[in-house]
């Protein structure tokens, strides 16, 4: 039951933080509002039973894409302005709406851990049986998507050294 | 089938919703950045469907596919990101509209 609530606390927390991304100005707001949606998603992935997922979107899309996206943020905005751009940043009004968000994650997140053996020790999928999966039928699959991250890695180099190079 | 006391029709619901509010994003910014943003979030739409389907039937196939998803996401951003750099290079702006013609 409690189960429930916990996930439409998630899901409401989810699409108000992805409505709230996409209508920002600054992309720095929307890329906190949107790692709080990916955040939300990931309790979601939790709750139905999918921990290596849910650990797999925090690891890989909040962490690993959401800093490739601030890094290039950064790289763009180098300029005289970016101080002051910096302490408008800090306003708690900016910060205040994914902290609250994020705070009701981390009390369901905190509720989950304590009743550990509701949702996490039953995994309705566990990490073997994808590993044996993606490496028995879907081992092709597999092959085609370390070609696709080594097309990208050839690409974004491409792309990015001719700006390091004859950029500013 | 047990691990899963969700309905799946909801999951499904906010899944598309959130499909819905990305395909939304990418039609009204013209900021390339939130394009990027808006077809993250449409992946990850899309991976929150699969995962819940597995989850639903209890197969590994959903998660299969949802790391699928993953690397592929993982592709599109650092190319697009790269993409983004040339525009602003090039154009001076990130607005999609001053990349709207080629050359020749």
Known sequence: MLEIIFFYLAATIALIATALAMTRANAIHALIYLIVSLLAVAVIFFLIGAPFAAALEIVIYAGAIMVLFVFVIMMLNLGKEGDARERQWMQPRIWAGPVLLSLVLFAELLYMIANIEGSLSHPAVTAKEVGLSLFGPYVLAVEIAAMLLLAGLVGSYHLGRRYLERGE | ?104
């Open chain 2, 1 to 104: 089938m047990d691990g899963l006391n969700i309905p799946l029709n909801h999951i499904l619901l906010l899944s598309s919703l959130l499909f819905c509010i990305g395909m939304l994003g990418l039609m009204i910014r013209r900021n390339i950045i939130f394009i990027l943003m808006s077809l993250e979030v449409m992946l990850n739409a899309a991976a929150l469907a699969f995962v819940a389907a597995g989850a639903y039937w209890g197969q590994p196939d959903g998660q299969v596919v949802f790391l699928l998803i993953l690397s592929v996401a993982a592709a599109e951003v650092a190319v697009g990101l790269g993409l983004v750099l040339q525009v602003q290079r090039r154009f001076k702006s990130l607005d999609m509209d001053s990349a709207n013609r080629m050359r020749g």
